[in-house]
Nanobody, 124 residues
Framework: EVQLVESGGGLVQAGGSLRLSCTASGFTFDDYGIGWFRQAPGKGREGVSCIGRSAGSTHYADSMKGRFTISSDNAKNTVYLQMNSLKPEDTAVYYC?????????????????WGQGTQVTVSS
């Protein structure tokens, strides 16, 4: 059974940092891509970043590139999202998701498994 558990969300001041964790179980980590998504108030879901093939494939949405970093600890089946220089517009529920790799790019993964989400709130 595939399960994903997010942690690390919370309240932070603008300019601060948070590190989100997504711990996966029930599957062979190296066969899956892991993606981070978020949904802000009044906005649709957007992709944030993804990682796959033991970090051989990583991608970032343009608005996050340079501020966010995705990484993995494959032995722990855990993916991290380091978020720096946080802005109020980063306030959202952040979700991790998993899906089987179809090719070498995590961007092409169809994410069928989702965690419950973790709230990130950035104060101004």
């Amino acid at each position: 059974e595939v399960q994903l558990v997010e942690s690390g969300g919370g309240l932070v001041q603008a300019g601060g940092s948070l590190r989100l964790s997504c711990t996966a179980s029930g599957f062979t980590f190296d066969d899956y891509g892991i993606g981070w998504f978020r949904q802000a108030p009044g906005k649709g879901r957007e992709g944030v970043s993804c990682i796959g093939r033991s970090a051989g494939s990583t991608h970032y949405a343009d608005s996050m590139k340079g501020r966010f970093t995705i990484s993995s600890d494959n032995a722990k089946n855990t993916v991290y999202l380091q978020m720096n220089s946080l802005k109020p517009e980063d306030t959202a529920v952040y979700y991790c998701a998993a899906g089987i790799m179809r090719d070498a790019s995590c961007w092409t993964v169809v994410y069928g498994y989702w965690g419950q989400g973790t709230q990130v709130t950035v104060s101004s």
